[in-house]
């Protein structure tokens, strides 16, 4: 109870009682805001800090309103004639989460004549196009840092979820069975293995951090950027050939960015690179992957598990290959129960209530600085004034 409390108190915008502009008697420019959030239907009653949704709003409806700010939030995105397709053409800022995103492709940003600012409740902005925001002269900032904990856990548990084979085995049990060698033929131990990240950034340098107590074999990293905190930290080392560093693991962490440089960097070839009975974990964003090719080496036995929390699209079609994909274990041998080496979820890593909370106080404060003319935290800006502000999303002149 009372660490409910004090999480509570530990989360309240540190401006709400101190921002001008909240207390402000004379009335600002009215701006118009759209939000596109997922749905929470009953559960957003049942839990209001679920933040990021269309009922709770990231919790920031009343202080917008009180300032005579527009607020349209929806969750309806994908077709011409959506919500946020017809209120983007006049709106000065989009919110949208990476969870249920906002697809700011070329023609939605040529279409949005007042843009002026894009935020992303969390981290990722691949769903804004981001050259062109450049173009136009679109800022686009996000709450960097804000889930990067809750996504790190996410993957040490996907890790030991395929490693240890838990999904058949848990649904085994729940279909009232009792088989030990169904399972246990493929479940083996994470000490002793190689476990790479492709990214060394704040998720990568947190996932090799959590799993330095699991005696791996070796911890190694493939980034353009050198990490030292991390060499030091966990004894990670670098590789700076792809090839050589895909060849070495037993398990690939994917925790880049999605850009041009990364879009179906993990395809047929490149798993052709890594050890037959690898696994791979991807929460970082599906199109980095080529979701066919993950499919059809599961199905060969090249790979003996994928997971992760994330699809080239969002939602992603119900004929997705995510959907059916499964390991062809131990010869082929079907299992009884479920899919075995399947341990996807739908986009959850980074949305924790925790996190939520993180976000949502984020995108507050990113706001309460656009209102006020007040610069922006240098880490929450990825574009801004005609440029790449963040050296995340590859090698730029
Ligand atoms: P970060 O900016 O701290 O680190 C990204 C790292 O990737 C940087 O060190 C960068 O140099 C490296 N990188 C870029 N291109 C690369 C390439 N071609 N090869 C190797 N390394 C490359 O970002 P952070 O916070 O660690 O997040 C990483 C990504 O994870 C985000 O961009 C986002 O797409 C994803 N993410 C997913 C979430 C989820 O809920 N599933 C939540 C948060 C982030």
Request: include cysteine; charge should be neutral.
């Amino acid at each position: 109870m009372f660490a409910r409390a004090a999480l509570l108190r530990s989360t309240i915008p540190r401006f709400a009682s101190t921002s001008p502009r909240f207390f402000s008697t004379t009335k600002p420019n009215m701006v118009k805001i759209v939000a596109v959030l997922y749905t929470a239907g009953k559960y957003g009653d049942a839990q209001p800090r679920l933040l990021g949704t269309v009922e709770n709003k990231l919790g920031i409806a009343d202080w917008l309103k009180q300032q005579g700010h527009e607020f349209i939030v929806t969750a309806d995105k994908d077709s011409p004639d959506s919500e946020f397709r017809q209120h983007v053409k006049d709106a000065e800022i989009v919110i949208t989460t990476p969870f249920h995103p906002a697809y700011l492709t070329a023609e939605v940003l040529e279409s949005a004549k007042n843009l002026k600012c894009c935020i992303t409740a969390g981290v990722g902005s691949d769903h804004v196009d981001l050259d062109v925001a450049n173009k136009k002269n679109i800022s686009v900032y996000e709450v960097t840092g804000s889930n990067v904990v809750s996504v790190a856990e996410h993957v040490v548990m996907t890790i030991l979820v395929l490693v240890r084979n838990f999904v058949p085995a848990n649904r085994q049990y729940l279909e009232g069975d009792w088989n030990v060698a169904e399972v246990a033929r493929e479940s083996y131990d994470l000490e002793g293995k190689v476990v790479g990240t492709l990214g060394s950034g704040r998720i990568g340098t947190r996932v090799l951090q959590r799993l330095k107590p699991f005696d791996c074999a070796k911890l190694t990293y493939y980034d353009y950027q050198r990490n030292d905190f991390l060499e030091k930290e966990t004894g990670a080392v670098r590789v700076e050939d792809l090839k050589e560093f895909l060849s070495e693991l037993d398990v690939l962490t994917i925790n880049c960015p999605l850009y041009e440089g990364t879009k179906g960097l993990i395809d047929a070839e490149k798993i052709s690179w890594m050890k037959k009975g690898a696994w791979i974990v991807n929460t970082a964003r599906g199109a980095i992957v080529n979701a066919k090719d993950v499919k059809a080496a599961l199905a060969s036995g090249h790979l003996r598990g994928y997971g992760g929390d994330v699809t080239d699209q969002q939602p992603p079609p119900k004929d997705h290959p995510f959907y059916t994909m499964a390991a062809s274990h131990s010869g082929g041998i079907p299992y009884q129960h479920g899919v075995g080496g399947n341990a996807m979820t739908p986009h959850i890593s980074g949305t924790s209530i925790d996190a939520q909370i993180r976000y949502a106080n984020g995108v507050k404060e990113i706001l309460d600085n656009y209102f006020n003319g007040k610069p922006q935290t240098p880490a929450n800006i990825i574009v801004e004034k005609g440029q790449y502000a963040t050296k995340a999303y590859g090698q730029r002149k």
